[in-house]
């Protein structure tokens, strides 16, 4: 019986970016590609436009005719959700979670809501993750591939890189998404905290950073990593290196050698760096 192979899938923009890997070897990568739209894929998701999913679909559906895929990993798309931290008191009372949801999602129907909760590394805390139930509904196309998909929140991805290097000490990742970034913050692996940054133009950015740090103290915490990767991920860095650790070492997930992987380096058409969410997940 051959191995079983995993697909992962992430989406930046008019890009679709893939990866398959060998579930449990020690140098899992196959294939890495990408498909780019002439449409915003966050956008056919939102309006659910079926024509333009099936798009997406289809390129999948492909890379499944080749790779006899057996696990599927969608990594979901920030703006499509809302995270918030409470303590864990309020994930476990129903009333109280109810009406801190009723309150962050005031307007929404409860009914077309999502939720999911994160364990953080302080344990009197989770991380609630809210989605709309119909955009999932258009995500879950993907996942009549294959018999087990999972979606994950870019707020995931850190943990990934924890379990393919073991990285000791406290880290942070930084994800940049046209006019979004996504921040997480991680302790061993464990996610710390996370939090989403929205900005018109790119040179609010440190400004808008510097508002977010005095609510989310561990944003000015001390990380011995700060990981770049996502849209312009160097131009980002640029933005923000004044604001962060100075003794923290940046580093642009540009290569598969600055990922750590071993992998036989191609040319490819796009940025290795809007890919790895999907590699990191296809590795590990």
């Known amino acids: 019986m051959g191995s079983e192979l995993r697909l992962a899938v992430c989406f930046f923009d008019q890009r679709v970016f893939y990866a398959v890997g060998e579930i449990g070897k020690p140098d899992p990568i196959l294939r890495i590609g990408s498909h780019e739209f002439n449409f915003s894929i966050a ?34 798309l920030p703006i499509h959700e809302c995270w918030a931290t409470f303590p864990k008191l309020v994930q476990e009372d ?27 590394s302080n344990r009197d805390y989770r991380l609630m993750v ?26 995931d991805t850190g943990s990934k890189w924890y379990s393919l290097h ?27 905290g996370a939090t989403m940054i929205r900005f ?14 005095q609510r989310l103290r561990w944003m000015k915490g001390l990380h011995e990593q700060i990981l770049f990767y996502g849209i312009q991920a160097r131009h980002i860095q640029d933005r923000l290196v004044t604001l962060l650790d100075s003794s923290a070492d940046m580093i642009t997930l540009d290569s598969l050698k ?14 290795l760096s809007q890919a790895f969410p999907a590699i990191i997940h296809a590795a590990s």
Not at 166 to 192: A, D, E, F, Q
Not at 258 to 265: A, F, I, K, P, S
């Open 200 to 213: 018109e133009v790119l040179d609010d950015l440190p400004f808008l950073w510097e508002f977010s740090a």
């Open 130 to 155: 809210v989605r709309d139930s119909r955009i999932m509904n258009a995500f879950s196309r993907m996942g009549e591939l294959v018999t087990k998909t999972a979606y994950n929140s870019e707020c």
């Open 43 to 76: 956008d056919a998701f939102r309006s659910s436009d079926q024509m333009k999913i099936e798009g997406v679909y289809a390129i999948l559906k492909a890379i499944k005719q080749e790779f006899p895929i057996t696990d599927l990993q969608v990594i979901t």
């Open 258 to 271: 600055v990922m750590g992987l071993n992998v036989e380096e191609e040319t490819y058409n796009f940025e």
């Open 166 to 192: 073991r990285t000791t000490g406290n880290y942070m990742t930084i994800c940049s998404y046209p006019g979004l970034i996504s921040v997480s913050s991680y302790v061993l692996g464990k996610l710390r």
């Open 94 to 120: 129903p009333t109280e979670r109810e009406a801190h949801l009723g309150i962050l999602m005031y307007g929404v129907e409860r009914s077309s809501l999502g939720v999911t909760w994160h364990e953080l």
